[in-house]
């Protein structure tokens, strides 16, 4: 259009171009940038939901008043994890006598 004579010849018009890509560029990494912080606050929250779950699911499996264990069947048939109450109704005595 500057060749025809329709548009004058001005900076702007022969090097707009040049103004565009380093505007596209900023742009494109300003949005990387929001999502990695996006992404990183989702992560942080995961986690924190994560700890909260274990900590409940702890505090639940250490104060449950039945008789929880799970067995590993494939080997040799050994107590994977217990209530510390099991110890209590089996022997009548304290689980830290009985933990290994």
Do not use: H
């Amino acid at each position: 259009m500057i060749c025809l004579g329709i548009l004058p010849t001005l900076n702007f018009n022969e090097n707009g171009y040049k103004f565009g890509a380093v505007s596209l560029s900023w742009f494109i990494s300003y949005a990387l940038t929001d999502r990695i912080i996006i992404l990183q606050n989702k992560k942080e929250k995961a986690y924190s939901n994560l700890m909260n779950s274990i900590e409940k699911y702890r505090n639940i499996f250490e104060t449950i008043m039945d008789v929880y264990f799970k067995l590993d069947f494939n080997q040799t048939w050994l107590f994977k994890k217990k209530s510390p109450s099991w110890v209590k109704y089996a022997f009548g005595a304290s689980s830290e006598r009985w933990s290994y």
